[in-house]
């Protein structure tokens, strides 16, 4: 009952764009930094990008700079990752979690995370 769902994944050519969602049921997102994380095959987990409760505050690895953009509507318990210019080594499954009231987007201290959407980049 207390979940996150993503979903928006799929193939996709180098140079194209997707967006993920990330939607909560059972609680509610909107006290709550909310971060995108990706895992590709034989890689640790990263952090990819966070957003504070308000979406006033955004922050972004630097291999996505420039071609991810993170976004939240509370009032639809959802956040969202835009992705451009998707390049090969983004290939990876994309997770969403949610950090504990107060805390940041510390992959260790997340307390709820989605099971992950496959974003493949191939030609």
């Known amino acids: 009952q207390l979940q996150l769902v993503e979903s928006g994944g799929g193939l996709v050519q180098p140079g194209g764009s997707l967006r993920l969602s990330c939607a909560a049921s059972?609680?509610?997102?909107?006290?709550?930094?909310i971060g995108w994380f990706r895992q590709a095959p034989g890689k640790e987990r990263e952090g990819v990008s966070c957003i504070s409760a308000s979406g006033g505050v955004t922050n972004y690895a630097d291999s996505v700079k420039g071609r991810f953009t993170i976004s939240r509507d509370n009032a639809k318990n959802t956040v969202y990752l835009q992705m451009n210019s998707l390049k090969p080594e983004d290939t990876a499954v994309y997770y969403c979690?949610?950090?504990?009231?107060?805390?940041?987007?510390?992959?260790?201290?997340?307390?709820?995370w989605g099971k992950g959407t496959l974003v493949t980049v191939s030609s």
């Open positions: 979690a949610a950090a504990p009231r107060g805390l940041g987007c510390n992959r260790y201290s997340m307390d709820y």
């Open positions: 059972g609680f509610t997102l909107n006290y709550r930094r």
